[in-house]
Each structure stands twice: as C-alpha cells, then as structure tokens.
C-alpha cells in the first residue's frame, strides 16, 4: 500500500474535521452519533490515532473507551488532532515488520487505512450536510467496512454481527460512479465481491451518498432502494460502522 495518498488524505479529513467541529458546543450532542457529546467525537479521533500509532510501535494496549478521551479546550482541537494524526503516520513510515491487528499479524498500513475510514466517517458526524469525499476514498471506506463484516473474527468481537448470517438473501450496492458490491446472506456470514449483479434489494446512488446510508449516517431513503426494503432495513438495523 502506497501511504502517501491515505496519509494525506488523514491529514486532510482530520483537519477537515477540526474545522467542522470549530465553534461548536463541546457538550452539544452528534445527530448521528447521538450517545457522544462534540468534545467525545472530538476526543475519540485524536485517542484512536494515538492508540494506533502506539500499537504500530509495538507497545498494544486495550483499545480506549472514547469517554476517557481528553481533546483539551476546542481552541486546541486542530493542533491537538493533527499531532495524533501525524503521529500515526510517523510511526507508519517507520515500521519495517507486522504489527498487531485485530485480524493477527499484519503490515503497519494497516492501521493507516483503518484510521483514514474512521476519521473520514466521523468528519462526516462533525460536518453534517457540507460533509465532501473524494469518490476513490468513499469506495474504500465501504469496500473496508464488508471486508470487516465479512472476516468471521468479527464476529467474535461482536457477537450482534451473528443477525446477518440468512439463507442467501442477495443485496447490490450501486454506486453511480464506479462498480458496485454484491452481498450474500449466508449461514456462516456475509459474503461479497466486487459485481453488479441482480439482488432481492438494491441501493444505488452516488459513492458519498452510498457511504452515508451504509455506516448510517444518512436513512435509505436518501438514496433509491428496489426490491425487498424489508432486507435493506434488516441489513442496516445491524450494522454500523
């Protein structure tokens, strides 16, 4: 993985980030993360990057609870998230062997494209409508996020996960942009690949759009849903990124 672009664009959508959240009320609540405060949004992105850039050191620890997070006063908030976030790509481009993941051992970058996705979806909670993405950034957010659905140890960090396994029901994400993902309901899990296939439900709409609905931030209907809408609520009503 070439961490010159995913390590900009981290540096972009935290900045972004910080921008969107400046002026707010720290206690003010996240519509679309309605248990958090601004301050804990805030405080969860700078401490999952300090934590990841930590793990990438080799020094793992328990993964934070967000509520411990200490972002300071919000005049500080830019240079406090930013120093989180070139931290981790410091400590990236350093590292010469495997790090721990949640899936074993794997390479640093790992840790860089997981940040970059959580960072860009919470960007999107802090900026509400005026919330931008590139489209090649967006079709990562959600090809990583079925990727994570779909790896059985998943599973066991969430054991909610179980109420997606089915009998083969079919759902087709269509981005406008690019090619779409077709998903698969099956006994052990969720399966997918990279197709444009018939589906029992299909959501299409564009690649920032279609990222929205499906870490749900925005309701279906802001995108067009045929067939089973049944399957489509059912799918999100348990998942979330």
């Known amino acids: 993985m070439d961490t010159t672009h995913p390590a900009d664009a981290l540096l972009r ?12 009320d720290p206690e003010a609540r996240v519509p679309t993360c309605p248990d958090w405060p601004l301050r804990v949004l805030v405080g969860h992105v700078g401490q999952a990057h300090r934590w990841a850039a930590s793990t990438v050191r080799g020094e793992p620890s328990p993964v934070p ?26 400590a990236v481009s350093a590292s010469d062997s495997p790090v721990w993941t949640f899936f074993g051992d794997g390479p640093a970058t790992f840790w860089l494209r997981r940040m970059l996705n959580d960072t860009i979806v919470h960007h999107a909670d802090a900026a509400g409508d005026a919330f931008e993405v590139e489209p090649g950034l967006a ?15 998943t599973q066991t960090l969430r054991p909610d996960l179980a109420a997606l396994r089915g009998t083969g029901q079919t759902l087709q994400l269509s981005p406008a942009e690019t ?13 997918w690949s990279r197709r444009t296939a018939l589906a029992d439900a299909t959501l299409a709409g564009p690649l920032r759009d279609l990222l929205l609905v499906v870490t749900r931030r925005r309701p279906a209907a802001d995108i067009t849903t045929t067939g089973d809408r049944s399957l489509v609520d059912h799918w999100l009503a348990h998942t979330r990124a």
């Open 179 to 191: 090619e779409g993902w077709h998903l698969t309901r099956t006994r052990e899990g969720i399966t």
């Open 13 to 24: 959508h935290t900045a972004a980030l910080a921008k969107a959240a400046a002026g707010g």
């Open 139 to 153: 079709e990562d957010v959600i090809t990583e996020w079925l990727e994570l659905l779909a790896d059985p140890v």
């Open 65 to 90: 609870d967000p509520l411990d997070a200490d972002p300071g006063e919000p005049a500080g908030w830019p240079e406090w998230l930013h120093a989180g976030a070139a931290g981790l790509i410091s």
